[in-house]
């Protein structure tokens, strides 16, 4: 082939080439723009639509277990644009709750003033929502679940002796928390056990080796690890009481190994800091000597604590500070703080009274009726709504009593929570949990035929259960067999 038919080719190839060339760049710029003009219109369209659109939600936040177990806890909802300001008005809760709104740029805070109910599926609906400039409103919902609830209690054996944790809504016994021989009393602090046990004979010595002295240990839930609290010497543990937030707890300790009414400790009042030194630390009274108390509660979150003296004063005294005790009045019996901490139900030689503990002033509570006849109350506590979950005494014919456990708003007419059947056995201690969703109390089914553990320390019925019954239904949720229910 000649040079210049060999040149006519390559311009040809070359020709065809850009030809390629400029038809696949036309038709790159024709989708590109395309694409363009379609983002542009779906963007154009979206833009429309959010002015024709309130603000929404984008994300939300809240601790559900935190919830159920401290009031003041919070809902965030993330809004996707900044909202105007929003009346508590506009806020639904189902099931209901008192709540408080509070409003920053995107962000709504919807607060719960008082502890959830477990085991509830809550919905929040924030309706009537606008932006900053725009008049188009729009609504934000979100559903949450709360968690189970959680009970703790002892359940004695022949042997061996077990500290458990049960769910509300659970079968069976529940878990294992911590298992030894002669468990007397225990209080969780935390995420720590703490547990009083028979101490060995050997620390009272060879001439009273059977006095009911305690030894206290540490369980830490987490790793299992068990560790001993230095107790003075020969002392028996007669309660536990545990800080709501916190890592203290305090104790009431008597000698023993002595004659009655002597030795250093008599139903005295001391405080343990399990995240501290974890020493006992003694707690004065008016006069500087430890102070003697037949029961104690702290007040709070903080290490302030009521209370009820051997001398029937009701006294609050900070330990951590080192203030005398400040007298509140004279009881004849205090049964505790209610659930928001905000007053305490006692009983004087006149009947009831709940003592305002900001600003100490009192109300005279009388049990209503029960079925239309007239009760003697007894063992009261109350819910932050002031409901009182109250043993009462009835009389019968016969001139006999009968203990039940009763619902009371003041309206004239008590509910029934709890009675044995036939009116054989008996109540015990009970504890209104902290939420006042259920109450926990101990029954005894049959008392004529009650056999005692015969335990030296806090003897208690073999055949004593433990009922878990809703508040609001009187419906008994739960039984477990052993007795000293925490929440």
């Known amino acids: 082939m000649s040079r210049t038919s060999s040149e006519k080719l390559e311009r040809v190839a070359e020709h065809s080439r850009r030809l390629r060339d400029d038809r696949a760049e036309r038709r790159f710029r024709t989708r590109f723009w395309m694409l363009v003009a379609g983002l542009s219109l779906v963007g154009a369209v979206f833009l429309i639509l959010g002015a024709f659109q309130g603000p929404k939600l984008s994300t939300a936040q809240i601790d559900a277990a935190r919830a159920v177990e401290q009031p003041g806890q919070q809902l965030r909802l993330f809004a996707n644009q900044p909202v105007d300001a929003i009346d508590p008005a506009q806020v639904s809760v189902e099931p209901a709750a008192e709540i408080a709104v509070t409003v920053q ?99 009272l010595g060879d001439e009273a080796p059977d006095e009911g002295a305690s030894l206290i240990e540490i369980v830490n839930l987490d790793s299992g690890r068990t560790e001993e609290v230095r ?159 109250q043993k009462v005494a009835v009389a019968a014919l016969d001139g006999s009593f009968t203990t039940l456990l009763v619902a009371d708003d003041g309206g004239g007419a008590s509910r029934l929570l709890a009675r044995t059947i036939d009116d054989r056995g008996s109540l015990g201690d009970l504890a209104l949990a902290p939420n006042d969703q259920y109450v926990a109390i101990e029954v005894t089914p049959v008392l004529d035929e009650a056999v005692s553990d015969d335990r030296i320390v806090d003897p208690q019925p073999t055949s004593v259960t433990i009922a878990v019954i809703e508040v609001a239904t009187g419906a008994v949720v739960r039984t477990l067999e052993g007795f000293a229910p925490a929440w």
């Open 105 to 203: 740029n995107e962000l709504v805070t919807v607060q719960f003033l008082d502890r959830l109910a477990w085991s509830t599926e809550y919905t929040v609906r924030v309706e009537e929502v606008t932006a900053p400039g725009r008049t188009v409103a729009g609504t934000m919902e979100h559903r949450f679940t709360t968690p189970d609830g959680e009970l703790l209690y002892l359940d004695r054996g022949e042997e061996t002796d077990e500290v458990l944790r049960a769910g509300i809504e659970g079968a069976g016994r529940g878990d294992v928390l911590y298992s030894a021989p002669g468990i007397q009393r225990f209080a969780l602090v935390e995420n720590a056990l703490l547990v009083a046990r028979d101490a060995p004979d050997a620390a």
């Open 231 to 389: 107790l003075p010497s020969a002392v028996r543990v007669e309660s536990m009481i545990a800080s709501p937030a916190g890592t203290t707890a305090a104790l009431v300790l008597t000698s023993v190994g002595v004659p009655a009414g002597e030795g250093e400790f008599q139903q005295s009042l001391v405080t343990l800091d399990l995240g501290g030194a974890r020493e006992v630390q003694p707690v004065a009274g008016l006069d500087g000597a430890l102070l003697r108390v037949r029961d104690a509660w702290f007040a709070g979150s903080g290490t302030g604590m009521l209370a009820h003296t051997l001398d029937g004063v009701l006294v609050q005294v900070d330990p951590e500070a080192g203030t005398p005790p400040l007298p509140l009045g004279d009881y004849r019996e205090v049964y505790g703080p209610s659930s928001d901490g905000g007053s305490l139900s006692a009983s004087d030689d006149f009947g009831g009274v709940l003592l305002d503990l900001a600003s100490g002033e009192e109300e005279r509570i009388n049990p209503s009726l029960f079925e239309g006849d007239v009760v003697f109350a007894g063992e009261t506590f109350v819910t932050a709504q002031g409901l009182r979950v």
